[in-house]
């Protein structure tokens, strides 16, 4: 006998309330788009900035006051300080000068904390430096993972629950066609990646891939969101963030199958069926496993936030937002798309690919 944390028989009407979802779901973007929009796009970390980044290690512990207050005086734009581990005796020193060579970097830091903290012995441990021309690139490239990502998803979802793996080829020949007109004109990367996210969800509805697309708009609505309250928090953005992404994009897609099955299945061999009770049905019916998984999830995720240490902090409460938005968005998004634009019925000839648990 399975575990559950919800009685069998329950029945919450997830649907009836869709409405209250999606206005709560809009809000929350607009909050983060606004915010993104006030700070002139996202705060970027180092890595899509660049800048150099400086760990240094302490012989006593010091804090983050202190060591900030002993660099005031060097030329050091946009100084970061950021502990690591829970001791004070380790910190990074983040910067956006790149253009001074990085020994005159090591030297001004060593002599100045040299100078102001003459007790604590400071020792730099690694010093890295990151080209703005190289930032750039790395924030292209990153944009582009996590919109392959999605696109691919869209594909996989198209083939698997509909059958369609023709009208998901349709769709990546008509993004590439788009894509590469855009190209041509010479538009930025963010704005190809904003043009080939529309030209996928438009293609989606067009063909009529209502799977394909619920799970898209889902995933794309829990970028949205973390990438907004990280906005919202002056957050910094950087490779661990885009990781933290990508992962959130894996996560909420097998939530999200895990309820599109479920559908499938109850759809199958029957003759008539009210699609908003099917749905409905199967969301309750998987929802001790979706509670079970994501709140065993959430859980280590939390450790990793308060013990983890400063250096994937920020990666953890990505990971935290992300398993929360893309829990509801399973429910609460990626299930009410089915029903707003339709799905077709599965023959009833048809194998189930893999059964998704009830609890």
Request: aromatic share 8%.
């Amino acid at each position: 006998m399975s575990f559950s944390i919800v009685k069998p028989d329950i029945n919450i009407n997830f649907i009836g309330v869709r409405k209250i979802a999606f206005a709560v779901s809009l809000a929350l973007i607009l909050l983060g788009l606004a915010s993104l929009v006030a700070k002139g796009g996202p705060r970027y970390g180092v890595d899509f900035a660049g800048g150099i980044v400086v760990q240094v290690d302490f012989e006593k512990p010091v804090t983050v006051k202190e060591v900030k207050s002993a660099l005031d005086h060097v030329d050091l734009p946009g100084l970061v300080i950021q502990q690591l581990g829970i001791e004070g005796g380790e910190y990074l020193i983040r910067t956006s000068q790149s253009d001074i060579p990085s020994q005159e970097i090591r030297d001004r830091v060593e002599q100045t904390l040299a100078k102001n903290l003459p007790d604590r012995q400071g020792s730099i441990q690694r010093l890295e430096m990151v080209g703005p021309k190289v930032g750039s690139d790395l924030r292209s490239k990153a944009l582009e993972a996590l919109y392959y990502a999605v696109l691919l998803i869209a594909i996989y979802i198209s083939g698997r629950f509909e059958q369609r793996w023709f009208a998901a080829a349709i769709m990546a020949g008509g993004l590439f066609a788009g894509i590469s007109v855009l190209e041509l004109a010479g538009a930025p990367t963010e704005y190809l990646i904003l043009a080939a996210g529309v030209i996928t969800l438009g293609l989606c509805w067009y063909l009529k891939l209502t799977y394909a697309l619920g799970a898209t708009v889902a995933l794309v609505h829990d970028v949205l969101i973390t990438v907004g309250v990280f906005s919202l928090l002056n957050k910094e953005f950087d490779l661990t963030i885009v990781a933290a992404l990508l992962t959130i994009i894996g996560y909420s897609l097998n939530d999200t199958i895990i309820v599109f099955d479920r559908i499938r299945e109850n759809l199958r061999g029957k003759k008539a069926v009210d699609l908003g009770d099917t749905i409905n049905k199967s969301i309750n019916q998987t929802l001790s496993r979706t509670l079970l998984t994501s709140g065993t999830t959430l859980l280590v995720v939390l450790c990793l936030y308060l013990f983890g240490g400063g250096v994937i902090h920020d990666f953890a409460l990505a990971l935290l937002i992300g398993i929360v938005v893309g829990t509801y968005s399973s429910i609460f998004v990626a299930s009410p798309i089915l029903l707003s634009f339709g799905v077709s019925k599965p023959k009833q000839a048809e194998a189930p690919d893999s059964p998704a648990e009830a609890g």
